[in-house]
């Protein structure tokens, strides 16, 4: 990431202060191993190399956990950067497995109000809130601007608490969302950036197909 913005000749970044946010530890493992041997350790937290910076977050599983960590981390104005890498669940076959995917958008999927023939209306569909209530566009959340320094395949995010198992909730989700994946906090990080006014970078592995 820091070497894509260092050799893009338009980047308003010379130097980057990054945010690197994951709900648990092994999400980000290999990379902080990585980051021990080739970087400066500054603190328990924060690896520095050159005029970059690196400070890794782990929130713990789930929306409200995420939203809340990255609200209280100390002088979270100041980064340039969120990177948010982690896991999810395929709601699409067309998904390969074990491929890393970039998120180019995200929706919350279960905040709202069941019927009682089953359908499911979310908080936009009841205007609880605007779909184009900021941070919010079309009822989806949206990277201030899409970076893809690796160039991988891009995907569309559902954000909920609890994954899907019976057919009818699947089938109610491909049905209103048409979406490819599923997590449990990719919207929440995305969310908090967003309103924290921070760029950001979301990746997620396909780990299973939701059935």
Do not use: C
Not at 6 to 16: F, H, I, R, T
Not at 57 to 65: D, K, S
Not at 119 to 124: A, G, M, T, V
Not at 140 to 146: A, H
């Amino acid at each position: 990431v820091t070497n894509y913005f260092k050799e893009d000749k338009n980047s308003k970044y010379s130097y980057m202060r990054i945010l690197l946010v994951a709900s648990m530890t092994e999400e980000i493992g290999k990379t902080l191993d990585y980051l021990e041997e080739n970087w400066e350790k500054e603190n328990f937290f924060t690896y520095r190399k050159e005029e970059h910076s690196i400070t890794h977050l782990v929130t713990g599983i789930g929306a409200m956990h995420a939203a809340f960590a990255i609200a209280r981390q100390q002088d979270v104005e100041k980064y340039d950067m969120v990177v948010n890498p982690g896991v999810a669940a395929a709601l699409s076959r067309t998904m390969d497995l074990n491929r890393v995917y970039l998120i180019e958008k995200d929706r919350i999927g279960d905040l709202g109000l069941e019927r009682s023939n089953g359908d499911f209306q979310d908080l936009h569909d009841l205007r609880w809130v605007d779909p184009n209530q900021y941070p919010y566009f079309k009822s989806s959340l949206i990277p201030k601007k899409l970076y893809n320094p690796t160039f991988l395949p891009t995907s569309s995010a559902i954000t909920v608490n609890k994954i899907p198992g019976h057919y009818l909730s699947i089938e109610n989700f491909e049905r209103k969302y048409h979406v490819d994946i599923v997590s449990m906090d990719a919207g929440a990080v995305l969310y908090a950036a967003r309103m924290l006014q921070l760029e950001t970078i979301q990746y997620r592995v396909v780990t299973k197909y939701i059935e």
